[in-house]
């Protein structure tokens, strides 16, 4: 959801003088208003979309167009991607919560844009506590911004997190309505 969100603000990121880091904490701001703050937004997706905004070094959209025809089919690859990951972190935190044996999963795949997120985004630490799992990466949002932005985007995530995350876990809200409405919107501007 949050890449079909970027799309609508490409103008906006390309255009604006603003800096990479002022242009991330409006964006996850217009996010959270635009969902009505019912989406739990995860650290690496803010940390690609980031990585995009910057153009860094780890910018996974270097071979994406943004202004293509194809768009929303490259957009859907990636959130594939960032899902496979996703899901493997939830089965990891299932399997090795009040077990006293240690599960380590694997991926084993030829698909470049899998590979080039996992490489990019590595986990360096993990913790699994009570079915959840808790991710740290040497390349997360939050290393790449100044303190001070690093703190504002802290802030907008923590207000109201409980109750997003569990709108997102108990689907108190209409995805598909959404994703349409977005897919609509691009589809009209291509």
Known sequence: MAFLLLHNYTDFINSSKKS???KIVYLIQTFIKETENKLAYSELELSVIFDYINNGDNNIFKS???????????????????FHIRTSEDQIALRNTNSKEVFLHSIFTADKGLSNVINNYSISRMLAHEEKLY???DNNIFKKLSKDKATKIQELLEKDRNSRISNVREAKYNIQENID???KYINEMI
């Open 181 to 183: 409405i977005y897919e």
């Open 20 to 22: 990479a880091e002022n």
């Open 135 to 137: 991710v740290y990466r």
């Open 64 to 82: 994406t167009n943004l202004n293509s025809k194809n768009l929303l089919s490259k957009l859907k690859g990636i959130a594939w991607d960032l």
